[in-house]
């Protein structure tokens, strides 16, 4: 008599763990993109990221034409005027300017990179949180990026949830 009620109580228990398991696979689906772009600190990110590679642009734009009028000088017919020892300085100083620019050119693309990173980072970081938390308010148990997917059925979109939770429109 007891094993009957003992096997009841363990079925039932494990039917509310499946029910609640299969509730919590609901899957749904975002463009984490559309919403970076969607939120103010991004675009203020973007503005600030395109100050500064304007800013080393102008820097590389600097060095440009500092290599450009030593190499003028050093094509004219102007260097009679110069002694061989004077003609070879400057020819090292031009070779020495071509290759910190050269230089200058690797270290701006990672400078940008950094800037990029530390910039996108929070942002990046607060879309995340918003989504895990729509997640977990909504029941979802897993997110996918839309970016990666070829199908998806639109109602399965939290975009509008999330935006709402962050408060943009």
């Known amino acids: 008599m007891r094993k009957p ?92 300017l071509y290759t910190r620019i050269q230089g200058f050119n690797q270290e701006a693309n990672g400078l940008i990179d950094q800037k990029r990173q530390a910039l996108l980072l929070p942002i990046q970081k607060k879309a995340a949180d918003a989504i895990q938390l729509v997640a977990k308010e909504s029941g979802y148990g897993f997110i996918i990026e839309k970016e990666v997917l070829h199908a998806y059925p639109a109602t399965e979109d939290i975009l509008p949830l999330v935006k709402k939770k962050l408060g943009l429109k």
């Open 5 to 96: 009620v003992t096997t009841t109580i363990l079925m039932a228990a494990l039917c509310v763990t499946i029910t609640g398991a299969i509730a919590q696979n609901k899957t749904g689906c975002i463009s984490l993109n559309e919403l970076l772009t969607a939120m103010p600190e991004y675009k203020k990110a973007d503005t600030t990221m395109a100050q500064y590679q304007d800013g080393l642009q102008q820097q590389f734009e600097a060095y440009k034409a500092e290599y450009n009028e030593q190499l003028r000088v050093l094509s004219s017919a102007d260097t009679s005027k110069f002694s061989k020892v004077q003609l070879e300085v400057k020819r090292k100083a031009l070779g020495d």
